[in-house]
């Protein structure tokens, strides 16, 4: 195991990193295995529709643990490409994985409140118009 899940001081469950891990390192690579039609999205609980990830034109990817617990902060040190967590610095044993949810695709608007200096607060607000066809 190279991750862990457990409780975060960012926001519920976190994962960390239990090794050290080079800038460009597959920290996570997801599961994909579980993916929905668009239809098929709509039934989906409200409390999981955050773990949507858009997989193609026509579906989407219900994102699985340990991945979906990958908390979102300004100050981030991973990328998702390709359906992986990326390294994009050096990542200490440890170390809370974070990712850049603005760039990742799913085109989620929230609040931020990570607390890094550099915190841009609202977070996909400006993108709401240009993600919905
Ligand atoms: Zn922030």
Redesign the pocket.
């Given at each position: 195991m190279d991750i862990e899940v457990r409780l975060s001081k960012t926001h519920g469950f976190g994962v960390f990193a239990l090794r050290d891990f080079k800038p460009g390192e597959v920290v996570i690579a997801w599961n994909t295995s579980v993916r929905l039609s668009h239809e098929q999205a709509e039934y989906v609980a409200d409390a999981e529709k955050v773990y949507l990830h858009p997989y193609d034109a026509h579906s989407y990817v219900l994102v699985q643990p340990p991945e979906r617990y990958v908390n979102h902060?300004?100050a981030h040190n991973t990328e998702v490409i390709d359906f992986c967590d990326i390294a994009v610095r050096q990542i200490s044993i440890g170390e809370e994985i974070l990712s850049n949810y603005e760039t990742d695709g799913a085109g989620l608007s929230f609040m931020?409140?990570?607390g890094?200096l550099h915190?841009?607060?609202a977070i996909g607000a400006k993108k709401t118009s240009e993600i919905s066809p």
């Open positions: 902060s300004c931020c409140n990570c890094s915190c841009r607060g």
